[in-house]
């Protein structure tokens, strides 16, 4: 077997089903504390809407929607992970810093703007797609189904970016937890602290004092 296979089957295997789960539990935590619980109430009502109002095509194309929009969580999710695996090794190793740990450069300007989410290849052909169904849904339909499109529409959106700061999150922690492991007397955590707190409280992990 190739390296590079050998490599692929690591990644997909340490990224896989488990992995995925426990972002969208992550995500399920924070909607149960009401952090996404506007975007997540109007979705439910959308989707209970658009099943009565949609025409048999009109629920095909919502379907395939949703199964687009979770194949880009997925993707988010991993190129997430690994773009904090990155960046915790390179606040470590250079001194380099950005607030917010490099999310903005490494994750958001890479897959949730243009032009840089065109070079991953698939996850663009599925924003494509995605953008098509949800043409082609808004297409014919009266306002009150437009309404509820947009608030499916919205909560994927919400979802997948949710999806990429946690992977970040988790795969910059991981870099940490790499270096304690190879160079524990070099304490990683301790010179890396005020990072990980900038990094945490950009994304929203922690709040200051006066926030809270």
Same mark, same amino acid.
């Given at each position: ?31 149960? =504390? ?15 809407? %658009?099943?009565? %109002? ?22 988010? $999710? ?8 990155? @960046?915790?090794? =390179? ?16 994750? @958001? ?6 032009? =840089? ?26 306002? =009150? ?9 919205? $909560? ?18 991981? $870099? ?37």
């Amino acid at each position: 077997m190739s390296t590079r296979k050998v490599l692929q089957e690591m990644l997909e295997n340490c990224l896989g089903a488990a992995y995925q789960q426990e972002i969208r539990n992550r995500y399920q935590r924070n909607v149960e =504390k009401d952090v996404y619980g506007v975007e997540e109430r109007e979705y439910d009502a959308g989707i209970a809407e %658009l099943t009565i %109002l949609f025409s048999q095509e009109k629920k095909a194309q919502l379907a395939e929607y949703e199964k687009t929009c979770s194949s880009l969580r997925e993707y988010a $999710a991993r190129y997430g992970f690994l773009a904090g695996i990155y @960046c915790g090794f =390179k606040q470590y190793f250079t001194s380099a810093h950005e607030a917010d740990g490099g999310f903005t450069k490494y994750v @958001c300007d890479e897959i949730h703007r243009m032009p =840089k989410m065109k070079r991953h290849r698939e996850y663009y052909a599925d924003i494509e797609r995605r953008n098509s169904l949800a043409e082609a849904m808004d297409t014919g339909s009266t306002g =009150k189904a437009q309404y509820h499109i947009v608030s499916v529409e919205c $909560a994927w959106d919400q979802r997948s970016y949710s999806a990429s700061i946690d992977g970040f999150y988790l795969g910059y922690h991981a $870099a940490v937890a790499i270096l304690e492991e190879i160079e524990p007397y070099s304490f990683p955590a301790l010179k890396l602290e005020s990072n990980i707190l900038c990094m945490e409280h950009r994304l929203g992990y922690i709040k200051t004092h006066e926030t809270r």
